[in-house]
């Protein structure tokens, strides 16, 4: 297995495109990176999308992009595993470059959600959840953070603020990003007295819905940002059969492998960007990364640690709540986000001196988790 | 890259399923070929599948089947490419194995088609095709079809009964396959005189539609079965756009790459699964697999040339005509068909002293094609 280098980068901003459709979105991500990659030729694409079939009536991505992009001949496919689809995507391509059997390759991210009427976006989402035993209830998956949530806070003795906490630094770092979805400030306060979503977890705390495509051209060739692992794993579908559903158990398990390939470990970690659907599952995944211990993860973040300037900065441009969450696209835009950081090319939310980062995509809620983490060479 | 073995295979009856779930179906399957395989570990789980999303409103099959199989931990997903979906994710399992990232790989194709309404299968089929240009005018696939075989007909005098052959072949060959849908004999006449599907297309030229599960695990432990080349391309998405309608351009492209892989030529191939989803793509495929020249393909088959017992026996157990054609699943069966017959387990269907076959599996009409190479050693 050769290394895997990320030679070309791009984001739409994440809103609702009402003119753009699916392709489009894709196209302008996806010509973008290539114009950066600056490759001679790309031999595979791998889309990444959970909705299009639901929210556009539309398979076959693939070949769709493919053609769009006048890429014919070679193989394409779209790799789906809910709102992990992105990570899992990158872990596709990742491994298609390392085998040897691709020297360069593209990966599209992208998600169209505002088209759809809430219900139906509803729907959609709900498809991460098995239909027999839990969808069918009409249980959401705020819904079933919101047990994690309360379960949280009552054997942590954590409090509303603390766990909102990330929410608000979220938004924070999101200002000056010129492709985030809610780029202003947000505070706790305001946070803990917007509307219920689903006991305790308050409206700003989720991540809404929105249209969005990132980019990425992975290539052999030497560049100055390298894919330093690439893991997938998963866990037991139903939180009533996890051990502790406090314990994101893919994250522990893709994470420590990821770590263990790079040969890091979470204290070698200069930035990370956290699947924050909703904030429990953003300090769940802090802790189940191997930053904090488990039950510290919401005194960590309220005490500021996560900061961009902090001790780890997080969500450096705004994370799933205030980037957005274009859901399977968001999994591109964190490795793109990344390796912006590492670049140095992240603009008014760059990090000072970042050299390793850590991107964690999930897909239900953490039955699959996807991690990747990127190295400045 | 090293070289990857077929360790277990397994299919399910495939037919109108209504006891069972697309959960039963994919266990059924894949219990089967990991107690055939004997593998110590399974390292990734690679999940084929069209059409669950609008037909079972279930998304995120890596993990659900995951946790289903008690496979805990590990990297799971779905691949899709519309109704090339399967041999897609025999190109990506092939592909884990082969670069030495994982050592025992499970590969489940699953589709169930029956619980839905015509209508709603109509519309989940018609996902393969672009739904702003093509599928909105309310064409089918079958009635884009239409189009070639009317061509085909007119160009190079082929006679109805030339190209129906193929069909009535597929359905010899089902007689006595304990896994086909079909498997009793349908004669030129009666496909003739059955009713207009889109003319000139009849209604027992077309696939069915069924529920079905084929699972195959792959490893890199030596095997009597190798995969000698998996590949994969993508051709213009349009009918419109292609140079000629009648060049399967992307069937070309990735067998090309097979055989140059597999060092070998067409001449060297002993037995052949088509994507016969109607007569004239079956009859295209043929010629652009590059067995016979364009425009002989009716002729060749009429002659009889494609029987078991004929100098290239095609669809031996079948075809997606006679075995049936559940969608996602179907690329997986063809794979799973061909390795039974190189190790001698076809029973009834079994060729005689086959050593190389191929299977090709299409999405849309043919703007995905996937081609696999197995070899007996």
């Known amino acids: 297995m050769r290394p895997v280098y990320i030679a ?60 769009a992009l006048g890429l014919y001949g070679l193989p394409a496919m779209r790799v789906e595993a809910a709102q ?3 990570g899992v995507a990158v872990h596709e391509a990742n491994l298609a470059v390392a085998s040897g059997l691709y020297d360069s390759v593209l990966v599209v991210g992208v998600e169209k959600m505002s088209d759809a009427l809430p219900l139906e976006v509803r729907s959609a989402l709900a498809m991460a959840e098995d239909q027999e035993y839990t969808a069918y209830t009409g249980v959401t998956d705020v819904g079933l953070c919101a047990l994690l949530h309360r379960l ?22 999101a200002v000056g990003c010129p492709h985030a979805q809610y780029p202003f400030r947000v505070s706790v306060e305001k946070i803990l007295s917007s509307p219920m979503e689903a006991d305790p977890i308050h409206m700003l705390e989720c991540s ?33 059969e996890r051990s502790d559903p406090l314990i994101l158990e893919a994250v522990r398990t893709a994470s420590k492998r990821a770590y263990e390939r790079a040969g890091i470990s979470p204290r070698d970690i200069d930035l990370v960007e956290l699947h924050d659907s909703t904030t429990i599952i953003g300090i769940l995944s802090l802790e189940d990364l191997g930053f904090v211990e488990k039950g510290f993860g919401a005194r960590y973040v309220s005490e500021g640690n996560v900061r961009r300037d902090g001790e780890l900065p997080v969500n450096t441009f705004g994370g799933l ?22 670049l140095g090319e992240a603009g008014r939310c760059q990090v000072e001196d970042a050299e390793v980062g850590v991107a964690e995509n999930l897909g239900g809620v953490a039955s699959t988790a996807s991690i990747t983490i990127l190295r400045r060479h």
Request: hydrophobic share 50%; with cysteine; proline share 3%.
């Open 152 to 173: 949280y806070m009552e054997r942590y003795e954590a409090k509303p603020e603390e766990v909102a906490a990330l929410a608000a630094i979220s938004h924070e770092h």
């Open 208 to 240: 809404g819905i929105g249209d969005g495509a990132a980019a990425l051209v992975l290539t052999a060739d030497r560049g100055d940002v390298e894919i330093a692992a690439s893991t997938v794993a998963v866990d037991h579908f139903f939180l009533t």
């Open 84 to 86: 992990a689809s992105g």
């Open 321 to 342: 709540k205030a980037r957005g969450n274009p859901v399977g696209a968001t999994g591109v835009y964190q490795v793109a986000e990344i390796a912006l950081q590492l």
């Open 8 to 67: 070309g980068v791009a984001l739409t901003p994440i809103g609702e495109h009402w003119e753009l459709s699916l392709r489009d979105l894709a196209c302008e991500a996806a010509l973008k990176a290539l114009e950066k990659a600056e490759v001679e030729r790309i031999d595979a694409l791998y889309v990444a999308n959970m909705g299009a079939a639901p929210l556009q009536s539309q398979l076959h991505l693939g070949a769709l992009m493919a053609d």
